[in-house]
């Protein structure tokens, strides 16, 4: 029982059960699929999701976990017989070309990044290695195990709207919007970018980009503004909210993100950017006032308590003031449209944060009390 339970935990069942080797199994399944920084935030809900819509499909996720990769995030489809999780990092130039070599990859759908712009001011060479080089490194990879045959390949980017810079009060950003990078963060991105591209023209990589407005949802890491004011609201801490909080993001939930991904993977015209959002614009003051709002709420506390712990802070250098995408194109073309309202995702994400707190707590522990003290001690 315990030899087959441990098979069962390799994967191999399902070939156990009918009587073929695994290798016959993963042959019969129509595409081998690389999905990189699957441990994150929003890889997790895009790994989940092609693992369960696509039991044809073998998924690998490749991911170094750093502290941002959780493999808690995907303890409900680790068993699964069509995932297979590899500890990699894609600066590791050698370790891409093994993988590459070892797996015979109809399509790359490449997320790993450092992503956040708070630790991209205080360390951008560690933005440069992963979001530059890595990136490199994938393509490179992926080029040459293709052979320059690239029938039926893919290599799909999954960028930020950041890379656009910042808008003033009208307007939002286009595809044919120009790159304007304002963070060590968004200027990696874009560069990462512009290289897909460049090997899309130079080599004819087949190619898709999309570039993403803000994610929320479950499993964010507490970096990030709404779970970190999660966290704090429930801990009874203040809120710090950088300079006047009249900064503008356009919201959208992690699993409307993961189905656009989907559509653009499958459905994307091969050199084509994809622009995604939600259509759904908050100064950072009127999210943090409904997050308290609804934080009183299913906490049972007294209308108004949790705002009384915001508190503004020193603004954070080169802040971005204002993002907005203009999603017309996913929209008319692949047939994308959010599913739910904020109200609704927000609502999920505090419901997801209050039953997962162990979740939370393991994340929150260790090095995160370091970044914390660092980030918001002298503000
Ligand atoms: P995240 O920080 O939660 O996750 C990134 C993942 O990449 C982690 O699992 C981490 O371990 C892994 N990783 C980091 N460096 C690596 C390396 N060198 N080798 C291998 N793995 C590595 O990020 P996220 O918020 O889930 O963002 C995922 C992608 O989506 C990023 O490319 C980001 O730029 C993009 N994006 C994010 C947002 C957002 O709001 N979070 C919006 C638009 C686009
Ligand atoms: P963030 O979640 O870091 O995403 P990004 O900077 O990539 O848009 O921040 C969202 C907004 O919230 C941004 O305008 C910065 C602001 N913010 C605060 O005011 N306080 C904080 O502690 C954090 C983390 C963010």
Known sequence: MLFLAAFYRNNNCIALLYGFDI???FRTMQKTLLI???AGFIGSHVVRLFVLQYPDYHIINLDSLTYAGNLENLKDIEDRPNYTFVKADITDEQAMYDLFGKYNFDGVIHLAAES???????????FIETNVMGTANLLNAARTAWKNDFTNKRFYHVSTDE???????????????????QSPYSASKAASDHLVRAY?????????????SNNYGPNQFPEKLIPLFFNNIKNNKPLPVYGDGKYTRDWLYVVDHAHAIDKV???????????IGGFNEWQNIELIKLLCEKMDHKLGRTPGASAG???YIKDRP????RYAIDATKINKELGWAPSVTFEEGLSQTIDWYLKNEEWLDHVTSGNYQNYYQEQYTNN
């Open 200 to 212: 899309g023209n130079t080599y004819h990589l087949p190619f898709v980009i999309s570039n993403c």
């Open 23 to 25: 290798f016959t199994y």
């Open 309 to 311: 712990l915001i508190s």
């Open 163 to 181: 890379v656009y810079g910042s808008l003033g009060a009208e307007g939002f950003f286009l595809e044919t919007t120009p790159y304007d990078p």
């Open 36 to 38: 990189t920084g699957g």
């Open 265 to 275: 993977y499958h459905n994307g015209k091969n050199g084509e950017t994809y622009n």
């Open 116 to 126: 956040h712009v708070d630790r991209s001011i205080t360390d951008p060479n560690a």
């Open 318 to 321: 080169g802040h971005d003031r």
